[in-house]
């Protein structure tokens, strides 16, 4: 499979990915406030993070969408899922127990279950920036080459 069809199938999937889940959150913006607000960690500004995650997601999933931008998508993504890896980390380390303000389906998972999607998703981002690297001609560079600089 060609490295730009990989490129696209990661970009696509973190699209749907990001999509359903700021959806999810939106349509149901009550429900996922109040979750935010009962958390001692974004419990200050639950209004704040209910708008702007979703908010990130959507633009980061437009950035993803076209060849121009998807560089600085891919970067985004990454931090994106290492904030919310992170943010995971936190909650299994204490103890509070929470529920998910994440969206949909991904409401569902036990946080270890969110902690293991969340780290293949971080390794996936990681795959596409490398697959997705650039030289200064704007070719794409071989494999080899983008990791020995």
Request: charge should be positive.
């Amino acid at each position: 499979m060609k490295r730009e069809t990989i490129v696209q199938i990661i970009c696509y999937s973190f699209i749907l990915l990001f999509m359903y889940t700021a959806i999810s959150k939106l349509l149901a913006f009550n429900v996922t406030e109040f979750d935010m607000h009962r958390n001692p960690i974004l419990g200050d500004y639950p209004r704040f993070w209910a708008v702007s995650v979703p908010v990130a997601e959507i633009i980061v999933s437009v950035l993803l969408f076209f060849v121009g931008t998807r560089r600085l998508g891919l970067w985004l993504t990454l931090l994106l899922m290492v904030g919310f890896t992170g943010y995971v980390g936190v909650l299994l380390a204490s103890d509070y127990h929470l529920p998910c303000t994440c969206g949909g389906i991904f409401r569902q998972l036990t946080w270890t279950q969110h902690l293991y999607v969340n780290i293949g998703l971080t390794a996936i981002a990681i795959v596409g920036i490398v697959l997705n690297g650039q030289g200064r001609d704007g070719k794409m560079l071989p494999y080899k080459d983008f990791i020995a600089r």
